[in-house]
């Protein structure tokens, strides 16, 4: 005959046991249930258990806040068999239907169940300090625990080296929990490699290895609770382990692993209730640590990124000359004016000067003079208070406050509108100004780099720019080569942009056919550098081998070729060529483009650009 019934084990329920009779058995805060759990963390209906069928019972839970926990596992709804353990908040259940266990329960002094049913090598905590029991510690111990926390805290707030914090709070941790060795392990991210965990030990010897259990690891990350071995007349115990997660903003970090051999003291729910303390206040600050490394390895990644694309590729007479003025002036703190045609790399060359400088840790600003409204452009340099005009809802600081110490870059500066040259003037002299609607004035320590590719003197006698701002701008000055100018380092410059493009789409690359180079030696380049960069990443894209072609090319490189060069003659009889076996092979075919394209042996695809490239698409509609 069952005997259906709850026994609590630990918590605040009002009742030690519960039989399950006449109707559901209602759990939760509230008084109008028949076991009222006071407990914060329990909801006011939490769950209940009910008869199903004859001598069949299942517990529900009732949408609570923190969930209802059968054998450690969260459920919803569960059918209970005979020793289910039952945990709400931090109150914890046995469900039996034997007659006998009562008086096996009884025999215990603290209510902990110890009967064979329930008698395992581990067992789970609760991690709610509410559910601390009231004779858990006493006065020495609670102060002992106390100063262990402050230290813990005072710690955690002094460092920032990841691996230095892991050894002082395990340090910390062990002059309260008498483990013989502990260990922090932290979980690897998506995109990491697992790290090696961080072992200490009592003897002071430094640790090379430490035998630590995946399975509980893996249910203390699992079930965010503490798990630790106990004694067991079943099995043979041969260390205990204390293991607590590491519960963090975000996620679970990794776990903190405590062991001690047998026969020392098994760890207690006290040692557990203060390690989960110490995990949720150093978790937080592990996860912040990480991403502190995190943003540190992504800066220098990028200052690297930025320090490889201010190297200069060229070994031509004019180039040559461009490296020597860098070298020359980035030391000093000199304006500098930057002149050439579009797409020469006049930022490139500012950004080289900042990195060579004696500032390259400090900021590198760049504004636009041409992309940004008149109207905003005295707010981008300047910033504004609140109320300074319509929208200027609060202060904004202007990028002569935002470059500090570093270096101002102000590129097309000769499309810059009279006003503002007037006050760009002033900043220059007085090395001071004020944000807009501000009466305070702040100080101009950064260093001024200006570019343009407009002809500044003619500008000065069209009244378009200040005389005096030129001479203060043209401290020292440096007039950038068009690309047709050093035409020897388009080879150069064609294969390392190929490479990057091909790094970057993940496209194969070995190399530039050589009637493609030719091609790229012949143009004249209006675009200079930048228009280089573009064509190429264009061939890399649109090609269909790893070798860029002639065809890849945009049709501007391909459409200007002079006719007075030996290689321009070879192209056209080429491309002749083409046309002729493009359209006898369609002419075969009666217009079937895949046909042709098999006939040919090449891709139907790269058949539609040769027809595009060729100017052929008039002659396969007449042949149509």
């Known amino acids: 005959m069952t005997n259906p019934r709850l026994l609590a084990l630990s918590g605040f329920p009002n009742e030690r046991v519960r039989v399950i009779k006449d109707g559901p058995l209602f759990l939760g805060r509230d008084p109008s249930n028949q076991v009222e759990v006071r407990d914060p963390a329990v909801s006011r209906k939490h769950c209940s258990v009910s008869e199903i069928s004859s001598g069949v019972f299942e517990i529900a839970d009732l949408e609570s806040q923190n969930g209802t926990f059968v054998n450690g596992t969260s459920v919803s709804r569960k059918t209970l068999q005979h020793g289910d353990r039952i945990r709400i908040g931090s109150s914890e259940f046995v469900f039996f239907t034997g007659p006998d266990d009562d008086a096996l329960l009884s025999s215990c002094p603290d209510g902990q169940w110890t009967g064979p049913d329930l008698r395992a090598e581990w067992r789970t905590l609760s991690l709610d300090p509410s559910g601390l029991p009231a004779d858990a510690s006493g006065v020495g111990r609670m102060a002992r625990d106390l100063n262990a926390l402050f230290k813990i805290a005072n710690v955690i707030n002094s460092s920032c080296d990841t691996q230095a914090l892991q050894r002082q709070l395990l340090e910390l941790i062990c002059e309260v929990i008498p483990a013989a060795q502990a260990a922090i392990v932290l979980h690897p991210g998506p995109h990491e490699e697992a790290s090696p965990p961080c072992i200490w030990n009592r003897k002071g010897i430094t640790p090379h290895e430490m035998l630590i259990r995946k399975e509980l690891v893996q249910r203390a990350t699992w079930e965010r609770c503490a ?85 200069f590729i060229g070994d031509t007479r004019p180039m040559q000359r461009v490296t020597e003025f860098i070298a020359r002036v980035a030391k000093g703190d000199s304006t500098v004016l930057i002149r050439g045609e579009s797409g020469t790399g006049k930022e490139l060359v500012a950004r080289a000067i900042h990195a060579n400088s004696l500032r390259p840790d400090k900021p590198f600003v760049a504004i636009n003079c041409a992309a940004i409204p008149e109207t905003l452009l005295e707010s981008e340099l300047f910033g504004h208070e609140k109320g300074a005009f319509t929208g200027a809802v609060g202060t904004k600081k202007g990028k002569f406050e935002g470059a500090e110490d570093g270096t101002l870059f102000l590129d097309e500066i000769g499309e810059m509108s009279p006003l503002l040259q007037a006050k760009l003037l002033r900043v220059l002299q007085q090395r001071e100004f004020e944000r807009l609607g501000g009466n305070r004035l702040l100080p101009f320590n950064a260093r001024v780099i200006a570019a343009t590719n407009k002809n500044l003197e003619q500008a000065i006698k069209a009244a378009e720019f200040r005389q005096d701002l030129y001479y203060r701008l043209n401290v020292v000055s440096v007039t950038l080569p068009p690309l047709r100018e050093h035409r020897e380092d388009i080879p150069l410059l064609a294969l390392h942009f190929a490479n990057k493009c091909a790094a970057k789409c993940k496209h194969g690359f070995t190399g530039i056919a050589a009637e493609a180079r030719a091609l790229l030696m012949q143009y004249s380049w209006p675009g200079n550098v930048r228009e280089l960069e573009n064509a190429i990443e264009h061939a890399i894209v649109m090609g ?49 483009h895949v046909e042709a394209a098999r006939l040919l042996g090449i891709h139907p695809k790269y058949l539609h650009r040769l027809i595009r490239n060729l100017n052929l698409k008039s002659d396969v509609k007449r042949l149509a």
Do not use: M, W
Not at 268 to 291: C, M, P, Q, W
Not at 562 to 580: E, F, V
């Open 544 to 592: 269909l081998t790893d070798e860029i072609l002639p065809e890849d090319l945009p049709n501007a490189v391909l459409e200007e070729q002079s006719s007075g060069l030996d290689a321009a003659r070879y192209h056209n009889t080429l491309n002749q060529t083409k046309k002729q076996l493009v359209l006898t092979a369609l002419d075969e075919t009666s217009g079937n």
């Open 227 to 311: 798990v630790f071995t106990s004694d067991s007349p079943d099995t043979t115990v041969t260390e205990y382990v204390l293991c607590v997660p590491l519960v963090a903003v975000e996620k679970i970090l990794g776990v903190i692993y405590l062991s001690s051999p047998y026969p020392s003291p098994p760890f207690g729910e006290d040692h557990a209730y203060f390690l989960s303390s110490v995990s949720r206040i150093a978790a937080v600050t592990l996860e912040n640590l990480s991403k502190l490394d995190s943003l540190r390895t992504e800066n220098q990644r990028l200052r690297a990124e930025v320090k490889a694309d201010s190297n």
